[in-house]
């Protein structure tokens, strides 16, 4: 989905103010064969979102949100380390323990 990733944001609007987004509004934050997650600052009114894309066989389907987090916000959170099973068992020990 990497040519279609980088061919989205001529095809997007900003949801506020409908003005289209340029190439260099968006941040492709993930991108696999099947899905794409894209942030888009508008550079109008400077409102910033989410989209996500699935591709199923000859079907795209979009959707989008509003958010308050920047490029780089949204960045680090989405690589911050994923919670492990073994620090959930830690966490359900210790309250287990200390009833
Ligand atoms: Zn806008």
Same mark, same amino acid.
């Given at each position: 989905?990497?040519? +279609?990733?980088?061919?989205?944001?001529?095809?997007?609007? @900003?949801? *506020? @103010?409908?003005?289209?987004?340029?190439?260099?509004?968006?941040? *492709?934050?993930?991108? &696999?064969?099947?899905?794409?997650?894209?942030?888009?600052? @508008?550079?109008? @009114?400077?409102? %910033?979102?989410?989209?996500? +894309?699935?591709?199923?066989?000859?079907?795209?389907?979009?959707?989008?949100?509003? &958010?308050?987090?920047?490029?780089?916000?949204?960045?680090?959170?989405?690589?911050?380390?994923? *919670?492990? %099973?073994?620090?959930?068992?830690? *966490?359900?020990?210790?309250?287990?323990?200390?009833?």
């Amino acid at each position: 989905m990497q040519e +279609f990733s980088s061919n989205l944001d001529s095809m997007v609007k @900003c949801p *506020v @103010c409908t003005k289209k987004y340029g190439k260099r509004d968006s941040l *492709v934050l993930e991108s &696999t064969q099947r899905r794409s997650i894209l942030h888009f600052t @508008c550079k109008s @009114c400077q409102m %910033a979102s989410l989209m996500f +894309f699935s591709q199923q066989q000859d079907k795209i389907i979009g959707m989008g949100v509003l &958010t308050d987090l920047s490029r780089l916000e949204i960045d680090k959170i989405l690589n911050q380390e994923v *919670v492990s %099973a073994n620090q959930i068992l830690a *966490v359900y020990n210790f309250f287990k323990n200390n009833k």
